[in-house]
């Protein structure tokens, strides 16, 4: 029996991994919640190296959308936002480029230490579910051949 389940990759940013690691962990238990297969955890040092290693997953044909996670916490400068504005950025041009799905489970820019730990459960699932919604959905589109649907 062909396997239907949506395969999916996490990047994880190792920067901050007190908060990023239990993101990881609840980014995983979700996935297994929603029947989703976890094929590559890729971690990287920092969010700002996120982009280069979806660019990679996304080359992979068996492979149909990409859950990313960092936290970028605020410092004494600007440095924060620089990072999650080009990183965010980059993620959408990406998905755009290979046409696949890939979700911004990035805390930040600007959040305090305790705010993105407030954070880890709301985005890690909500990146997870994003992307398997949309790649569900655009498997739903791309396999139809009704002349009139309603993709949900
Ligand atoms: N300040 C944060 C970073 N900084 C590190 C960069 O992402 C990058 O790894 C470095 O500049 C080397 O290229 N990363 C985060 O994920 N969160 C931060 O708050
Ligand atoms: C907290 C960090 O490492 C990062 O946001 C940058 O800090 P800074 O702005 O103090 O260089």
Same mark, same amino acid.
């Given at each position: 029996?062909?396997?239907? =389940? /949506?395969?999916? &990759?996490?990047?994880?940013?190792? %920067?901050?991994?007190?908060? @990023? ?7 995983? !238990? $979700?996935?297994? %919640? ?7 955890? %890729? ?13 990679? /997953? ?8 990409? #859950? @990313?996670? &960092?936290?970028?916490?605020? &410092?004494?400068?600007? $440095? ?11 993620? =959408?041009?990406? !998905? ?6 890939? =979700? ?5 820019? &600007?959040?305090? $230490? ?5 954070? /880890?459960?709301?985005? !890690? ?5 994003? *992307? ?7 498997? *739903?589109?791309? @396999? =139809?051949?009704?002349? !009139? #649907?309603?993709?949900?």
């Amino acid at each position: 029996m062909q396997d239907s =389940s /949506i395969k999916l &990759g996490i990047v994880i940013a190792e %920067f901050n991994y007190d908060v @990023t690691r239990l993101m990881l962990d609840r980014a995983i !238990s $979700h996935a297994k %919640f929603l029947n989703a297969d976890v094929k590559i955890i %890729f971690k990287v040092p920092g969010t700002f190296e996120i982009p280069l290693a979806v660019k990679n /997953i996304l080359k992979r044909e068996d492979i149909d959308c990409v #859950v @990313t996670l &960092g936290a970028v916490i605020k &410092g004494d400068t600007k $440095h924060d936002e620089l990072i999650a504005n080009q990183v965010a950025r980059l993620i =959408s041009d990406l !998905s755009l480029e290979f046409n696949k799905p890939v =979700s911004l489970g990035i805390i930040g820019p &600007g959040a305090t $230490h305790e705010q993105a730990t407030e954070r /880890i459960e709301e985005y !890690s699932t909500r990146a997870v579910e994003s *992307a398997v919604k949309m790649a569900k959905r655009m498997r *739903a589109l791309n @396999t =139809s051949k009704d002349s !009139s #649907v309603i993709i949900e």
